[in-house]
């Protein structure tokens, strides 16, 4: 079960997220901008709220109250609408048509537009509609962050380091499926991974959480190095759910990953230990797209039986055991090695 803070700030921020959007309605009410904000009401409440989890862990970590306060409150906030924002461009970018189990957002809007019977490409408003609304969350994002972070500066060069790193890494992510496969894919997957997803979604907010309680460098160099392993980890398990996970559950098409020419740490382990000839199928199934759920079904087998998926688990293992063992070393209060401790857990055993 989650630490006591946790329950309490997925609360605060449940009840919290509709009156924003409300008040963002109304702010712009007058422009008749209904029909923008309309749709990321239900896609906020959906999130898991990872990120604004392991802030509260960074934060309790640096002995911050095991209440839900102001910094610790509008820090969460600033991650949880900063994902969103990520998501709304990562789903433009990788053509996905569902996330969270509801359309994308592009999708949605371009709904908007069929439903209206308005003129032009409703496909061409949906884009452009979501890029708009993810520059929204954005600049949302950027105002709960500066919130939290008025009396800690470092944590707001921290915010502004997790922002940028993640359009870098996203473009690493972008220009490993059209580029050749390099000699060493494992480790251009792993650079990937690092820079685009762990670091934002568990190295960086653990160190927020932790700086707006008034960390010292010394302790943020320690929650660093026990969450980046973490972080890994945390994407490696996302990438096998991207294969093989159930998508009632994910809310996700299974197999997307594949769909999409995701060059991941799982791929990359398939293609080194494949026979030659099931690796070049597969190489040719990534750059033509031709996916039915035959190909889908084939690849899953092939992964399993070349030994990539039972290898990729066991690097998931080790990642969490690297991290546990700087964890049990660190000098934390309880509160806040027991809420690292159930952070490092839940990051990989989960089927969402």
């Known amino acids: 079960m989650p630490f006591p803070l946790a329950e309490e700030l997925r609360r605060a921020l449940d009840q919290h997220i509709p009156r924003l959007l409300a008040a963002a309605t109304s702010e712009f009410g007058a422009l008749g901008a209904d029909s923008f904000f309309a749709p990321l009401p239900e896609r906020l409440a959906r999130g898991k709220r990872t990120r604004a989890l392991a802030a509260a862990c960074g934060w309790l970590a640096a002995g911050g109250d095991e209440d839900v306060t102001d910094p610790l409150f509008s820090i969460a906030l600033a991650l949880e609408l900063y994902q969103l924002h990520a998501l709304v461009h990562d789903d433009i970018i990788d053509h996905a048509c569902t996330r969270r189990g509801l359309p994308a957002l592009h999708v949605a809007y371009a709904r908007t537009h069929a439903e209206a019977g308005w003129a032009g490409s409703g496909d061409d408003y949906g884009v452009a509609s979501a890029i708009l609304a993810g520059d929204y969350l954005l600049s949302a994002a950027s105002d709960a962050a500066y919130a939290a972070c008025i009396n800690a500066p470092e944590a707001w060069a921290r915010f502004a380091l997790l922002t940028r790193e993640v359009a870098v890494g996203q473009y690493l992510d972008v220009r490993a499926e059209h580029e050749p496969d390099p000699a060493d894919a494992l480790a251009a997957a792993l650079g990937v991974l690092t820079h685009k997803s762990a670091n934002y979604s568990v190295v960086h907010p653990v160190a927020l959480g932790a700086l707006v309680a008034g960390a010292d460098t010394d302790l943020i160099a320690t929650l660093d190095a026990l969450t980046t392993p973490w972080g890994q980890a945390f994407?490696?398990?996302?990438?096998?759910?991207?294969?093989?996970?159930?998508?009632?559950?994910?809310g996700k098409p299974s197999g997307d990953d594949l769909r999409e020419g995701k060059r991941t740490v799982l791929l990359a382990l398939t293609l080194q230990r494949a026979a030659a000839s099931e690796r070049d199928w597969l190489l040719a199934q990534l750059r033509d797209g031709a996916w039915d759920d035959a190909a889908i079904d084939r690849a899953r087998h092939l992964i399993i039986a070349c030994g990539a998926r039972e290898e990729h688990e066991a690097r998931i293992r080790a990642l969490v055991a690297e991290g546990d063992a700087i964890l049990e070393d660190a000098n934390l209060p309880d509160a806040g090695r027991d809420a690292c401790r159930w952070l490092g857990s839940a990051l990989v055993e989960r089927d969402a």
């Open 235 to 250: 994407q490696l398990r996302d990438d096998d759910l991207g294969v093989f996970g159930d998508p009632d559950l994910t």
